[in-house]
């Protein structure tokens, strides 16, 4: 089957415009992750959801950050008003219930704010 | 907070040299360390879950060791295509994995 998949591979925006940015988990993933990748580091955690529970909002970094999923299908992340510094790889990951260690992850998108 | 401190940054490494990459962590209540594996353009790919100190797994020519304090990935005779980064994380008490920064890995023929 199809892996979590991402979109758009990339995307450049301007300054204080809003971006959303799509995530395709596996399908019969209940839980979905997003994660934010500065160039050369780590991945920092953003949001995770799982099945029809309040999603863990922990890791976003400011209220211009939001993120959304229906269900256990799709989510969107949104970055409203974005700023240079929001420059960066998001990716997404998906899991079965409660198997953290076993994350899919997608190619990421390729976020540059000018 | 949970932290995680991998090193080297980088290391280059001639194809058959073994060595080992170190990942230090602090965190409260390990509920499991990870190791990926991420290729330029690419998301992570899963390596290994460790548990417990004196946990081991391995997998072709790698080895992932963990004690109270730190994880050590040994890779025996790398090849070319084993150049990659490779990604420690744990988990603590929430949901999340804390990642560190990775170590590039280079294997040249």
């Known amino acids: 089957g199809a892996g979590v998949s991402q979109s758009p591979s990339n995307k450049v925006t301007e300054k204080g415009k809003d971006v959303e940015l799509r995530c395709d988990p596996i399908?019969?993933?209940?839980?979905l992750y997003w994660y934010r990748q500065r160039l050369g580091q780590g991945l920092e955690f953003l949001i995770y959801?799982?099945?029809?529970?309040?999603?863990?909002k922990s890791g976003l970094p400011s209220d211009r950050f939001s993120a959304e999923r229906t269900g256990e299908s799709v989510s969107t992340l949104t970055i409203q008003r974005t700023q240079q510094e929001d420059s960066a790889v998001y990716l997404c990951?998906?899991?079965?219930?409660?198997?953290?260690?076993?994350?899919?992850f997608g190619p990421g998108t390729r976020l540059t704010v000018l | 907070e949970d932290q995680v401190t991998q090193s080297p940054e980088a290391l280059r490494l001639q194809e058959g040299e073994s060595s080992s990459l170190n990942c230090s962590y602090t965190?409260?209540?390990?509920?499991?360390l990870f190791w990926y594996r991420q290729d330029p353009g690419k998301g992570p790919e899963f390596l290994f879950t460790?548990?417990?100190a004196g946990e081991e797994k391995e997998k072709e020519r790698l080895k992932a060791t963990l004690t109270k304090k730190e994880s050590f990935l040994h890779i025996t005779a790398p090849k070319p295509e084993d150049s990659a980064t490779y990604l420690c994380?744990?988990?603590?008490?929430?949901?999340?994995?804390?990642f560190g920064g990775g170590t590039r890995l280079m294997v040249k023929p």
């Open positions: 990951a998906s899991s079965l219930v409660f198997r953290y260690d076993e994350q899919f």
């Open positions: 399908s019969g993933h209940t839980a």
């Open positions: 959801f799982q099945g029809n529970s309040a999603p863990d």
């Open positions: 965190v409260s209540g390990l509920r499991g």
């Open positions: 460790l548990y417990s």
């Open positions: 994380a744990v988990r603590g008490a929430g949901n999340m994995l804390t």
